[in-house]
Every structure is written in structure tokens, then in C-alpha cells.
């Protein structure tokens, strides 16, 4: 993945580009908003992480440059600003995804990687399969090894959001977003718990387990005989 | 700037002065029409009497010619009153008539004429006003009719000095008054403006006189007085804050700065340095969630974050959250239930209505947790989520069965970072129930916390949407399904 991280702080920037390069990927830097549109203009990236403060060219405007040109590379928005309503501005500005600083490098990581893959055709696609477990996002319907597993419809959507991103590294935060579509942090793991019903549901009888904790990071579900 | 000019400029003491300006210029008015129309009354009477005169003593002439008018004006010289005669011959002199001498530009005149005319009184003679009508008789002889009027010239120099006088006091009285009621009204101002130096300087407790008249200065200041009450409880709180972030923060960082100073010294090497790294990072967490809170609930204080209300169903949101949080509760052996109700609407940011409710059904379920309900009352480990429509009111109502809050504690559990002994095993910030008040009263709605025979209940009350008509029939009510065995 070719990931361009427009951050003015150095320091920042610096361990983003070893934390990625450690991921296996190529990470690129630009030091203000200026250096960061053109170098986006002129190389095809696969995410943008973009720091929403930046001298010459604030961070927002950098990509609503980008959209304007009609350049749809994901964008990341990294800031300070954490309230719902700056979250509402950095999204309506074109920005594809908002990390509040500061961050766990495993989120950022996970919410960048799910960026990427969002050009991906599987994005559309109306089947989702992961080892035995098929996902019919149009009849609703879960099954393992051919037999039929019953969701809530709210476990459909968690099965289904982590099918999307099979083999990728899903947080808590990103599932709290996605699937009930609130913001804030529950104190308690409420998300785990959910999660571990799942994981009853669809591994408990089963030799291969396809849903797995990756520790301090968040879940994955992917097929462990590849 | 002096007090005299202070006082005249303040706004009490113009008015009275343009009150007294256009009340005197009334008052001239009304005098002056009065003056007027009793000058033009007796003129006409004056005449009419003259007139009445001359016709008797023209009958007399015609009857008698010269000699019988001059009888009959000696006559009627004889009785007393205020008619005057006079009969010339062609020389000017007296012929007949109660007037003792005329002017010679008075016997020259002919026709009506005003004039001064002399007459004995006590201690000397007096010069009175006449009016009278002058005839040339034929043979040079001039016949003079008029009438004393030295009461109107009176009636003027009353009507006059009574003007003046009258004037002169109601500037008087309107000056004085103003004077009195501007000093008043400036001595209370002064007072206001003193107490507010001092508050600005910094003594918050200072608070506006009231003199418990009811009158508007005294209602401005209440009002400002409510106004200083609550500035002195938010920088009280304020205050309050700074002391608790002081400890709420600096503790986690000392422990954390320990915990890293206690692995450097370690010999045992990477393990040890791993496990105090997790460590630090998980207590790094902590206080950033901390930080997040306490600003989310800073930046709600201040009014912020209420851009995006829009109108919403509370059933909907109540429960979406309970059924987030019925897993959790499951596991830790409660009953989550969430009742079944209408849609009720309200004006409200979802994310921050998402995280309240959250939040008081985060604590339900940590209180409410079975080891900690009473003992021996056979009270079920419950915890249920209910939404009634009270008056204008939708109250979002939380219960649990856990040891709930004693009274005297209840106001103080929702300030920022308290939290009672009960609690402190478990983990939390002391946040939870200070962001839901922030929440409530973004939203105009309040936070109220009553006892659950036994266990606490959570009230958090909205101002509902009128939306009857929009509640359209067959909706799902939330629940049902949400009843954990």
C-alpha cells in the first residue's frame, strides 16, 4: 500500500512512516498542505493520512482541492478536534475517515487499511464468503459449512461489516462507527461482548475458528488455512 | 465629573426637565385662552351695556333735546356704579356728568375709545380705565357714555402674576423633584456600579442591592443577581475543576511515571520492559479517555456542539443503545429491559443523546450488578430503560437495583469527577453522569436522580417535539426482543 501522510510535526510523521514501513508499506511525507496537494496531484496513492492543521494549506482544504479535481484517493483526517461536530465538518469536506489525536497506531492502521480497500470490487459485491461462511447481503442469510446460522439483524450487520473487511484488522471504535453509528467511547466492552456472541454463533461449532482477537488492536475474521 | 453635572445628565433629570417645558407650555396655553374668551365676554357685555345706555339717553334727546339729556345725565350721575358721563359743551367744559375732567385728546375723539380717567378714593386719587363711546351732539356739544374698566386691566395683572407664580413654582416643584428622584435613582445606579468594580475585581460573592420595592431596578437587579449566582457556580466549578484535573490527572501521570521508572530499573530485561510499556500505554489511555470527557463536557458547558439537532425519535435511540448494551449486561447476570413505547420526539443531537443514555446505562449496569444489590430483599438484578411523556416533558428514565445514591449525595454525584466510595473499585472517570447533565442541559432538559425502592433512578428529562401528527400507526415498538432470560 502507498500511503502519502501530509503532517507538519516531524516527530509524527517520522514514526508514522516506520510504524508503516514496519506494515510492509510505502509510506511517503509531505510537510505542509502545499507540498502535500501536489505530491497527491501527481502520484497515484492508495490512502492519504492528513493532519487537519497544516501551514499554507489546511489539511480540509487539501482535500476539497483533491475533490474538487475530481482525485478520489482516500483520505484520513487526523486532528486534535475530536467533537461530533468536527467530525461532521472533516467528513463533509470529502474526508473519507477522522482519527482524533491521540491515536493507537493499530486504529490508525486498521482505519487506514480499510480505506484502502474500499476501491476494491469487492466493496459492491452481494455475497461474502470467508472460508465455509457465506454472507447473502440480499436474502439475509448466514451459512457455515451449508448449514444455516440465525443472526439478529444487528449480528448481521456486525458479521457483515467484518466480512467486508475479511483478513484486515477491524477495531472496536471502527465497529462502534460503522455498525451502530455512534461516535463516542462506552466505558464498558460492550463491543467485545457482542463480538464474542458472534463468534458463539458462527466458530462454536466448528474446527476451524474464522473470527480471531488480534490483541491490542481489535478482531479480524479470516480463513486461518491460508 | 461632578456630582451636580452627573446628576443632570442622567436620564431621570431630562426627562423631568422636558416634562416641566412641555407642562408649562400647556399651562401658558390654558391660562392664555382663559385670559382670552373672558376678555372677549366682557367686552361684548361692556358694549352691549354702552349700547343699551346710549339708546335711553338718545330716546331722552329726541324727546327733550339738549336740555332733558342733560338732566337725565345729571341724573343718572347720582347713582352709584361703574357707568361714567360726561356732557361738553363746544369749549370742552362740563356740562353735566360724573367724570370731574376729560383729556382734551379724549374730547377731540369721536366714536369708541379707551382712556384713563381720574377719581377721588381714600387717602387720594386714583387713575382708573374707562371704555366709552364719544358723540358729537349738534351745536358743538359732545355726549360721553362709557364704563369703568378697571377690573379687567385687574383681571390681566391676575391672570398675569398668577401665570408667573404658577409657572414659577411648577418649576420649582419640577426641578426639586427631578432633582430628588434623579439623586435616588443615581445613589441606587452608583451602588450597582460600585458592586460591580468590586466584582470585577475579582469578589464574586458581591451581590446587586435590593431595596424590595419590586420596582424594574430592583427586578434588573435580580436578574443580574441570578446572573452572578450562576457565574459565581460555573467559576466555582470551574475551580473545582482545575483542582480535580490537578488530581484526576496528575495521579494516573505519577503512576505512570513510576511504573516506567520502576522498569528502567528492572535487571531483568525485555519481558519486564514489555509488560510495563502495555502497561503505560493502557494508563495513557485511561487519561486521554479522561481528557476526551472532560473536554466533551467543557465544550458542552460553554453551549457548543449543538449544531447538529435534529428531530429524532428518543424510542429509537433508546433502544439501539440498550440493545448494545444487553450482551454486557447478560454476561454480568441483569436484566436489561428496555419498554416498549410510541415514538417520542425530540430535538437532539444523536450522537450526544447516544452517549448519555449510554452512560446511564453504563452505570446501571455497573451498580446494578448483582454482588452489589441488597442482600436478602429478593430484589431482581434488573436493570430497565423507560421513556414517559410527562406535560410537555419526554423523561428517559434508567433504573437499577444496585445500593443507589443517598439523598444528600444526589446533586453532588452529577459535578465532575465525583464519586462516592461505593464506587471507587470499579472503573470509571467520574465523568459519566456530569457529561449526561452537560448533555441535558444543551438540550434545555435537566438530570434528576431518585431513589428505586431500592436502587437508584435516573431521570432525564427533554423537551418533546410536538409531533403528534407524525406518529404514524404500526410503528415497531422496541423492545420486545431485547428480554434477556
Redesign the interface.
Known sequence: MRVLVIEDDQETASFLRRALKEQGHVAEYAADGQTGLELARANAYDVLIVDRMLPKCDGLAVIGSLRAEEIGTPALILSAL????DR?KGLRAGGDDYL?K?Y?FSELLARIEALARRKSPEEGSTRFVVGDLVLDRLSHKVTRAGEPIML?P?EFRLLEYLMKHAGQVVTRTMLLENV?D?????????ID??V??LRSKIDKNFATPLLHTVR?AGYTIRDSAH | MTALTKLFRTTTFRLSLTYLALFGAAAVVAIFYIYWNTTVLLTRQLHDTIDAELKGLAEQYADGGLTQLVRTVADRSQTPGSSLYYVADPQGHRVAGNLTSITQELSNSLGPVEFEYSRPAEGGIETRLAFANVFRLPGGYRLIVGRDIEDRRELARVIRSAMLWGLGVMALFGIGGGYLVSRNLLARIDAVAATTRTIMEGDLTGRLPINGSGDELDRLSQSLNLMLARIEQLMAGLREVSDNIAHDLKTPLNRLRNRVEAALREPYGEPTYREAL?RT?EE??GL??TF?AL??IA?LEAG??G??KESLDVAAVVH?VA???E??AE?RGITLRAEPVEPVFVRA?R??L??AI??LV?NA??YGAPERAHSGNGSEPEVSVAIHARGPMAEIIVTDRGPGVPSPDRDRVLDRFVRLEASRSE??SGL?LSLVAAVARLHGGALRLEDNRPGLRVVLSLPAENRALLNVAGHQTPGA?LRSA
Do not use: C, M
Open positions: 475530536g467533537e461530533v461536530d461532521v482524533t491521540p493507537a439478529q444487528r451502530w455512534y461516535h463516542f467511547d462506552p466505558q464498558t466492552n460492550v461482548v457482542h464474542s456472541r491490542g | 502495555e500505554i495513557a489511555d486521554i479517555k476526551n473536554l466533551s465544550r457548543a456542539g449544531d447538529n439501539d440493545e448494545l448494551y450482551p454486557v454476561e443531537d450522537q450526544l447516544g452517549q449510554a452512560n453504563d449496569i455497573k472503573p470509571g459519566g426482543e
